[in-house]
């Protein structure tokens, strides 16, 4: 009945995942390619979290 109550998880996520593409690109930008993969690599993992959570909740 209250479920607008409830945190939405998947706002947390996109949040990280947009701060953490920002840190790549600014990485990026530097000449930092070692962080900007590990970056890039972590917010892959956040999207796949995303889009699954997205899945079940259809």
């Given at each position: 009945?209250?479920?607008?109550?409830?945190?939405?998880p998947?706002k947390?996520?996109?949040?990280?995942?947009d701060?953490?593409?920002?840190?790549?690109?600014?990485?990026?930008r530097?000449?930092?390619i070692?962080?900007?993969?590990?970056l890039?690599?972590e917010?892959?993992?956040?999207?796949?979290?995303?889009t699954?959570?997205?899945?079940t909740?259809?």
């Amino acid at each position: 009945m209250l479920s607008f109550f409830k945190p939405n998880p998947v706002k947390k996520l996109r949040k990280s995942y947009d701060l953490i593409l920002e840190q790549a690109m600014q990485a990026q930008r530097k000449g930092d390619i070692k962080t900007y993969s590990l970056l890039t690599a972590e917010s892959e993992q956040i999207w796949d979290k995303i889009t699954a959570l997205e899945a079940t909740s259809k």
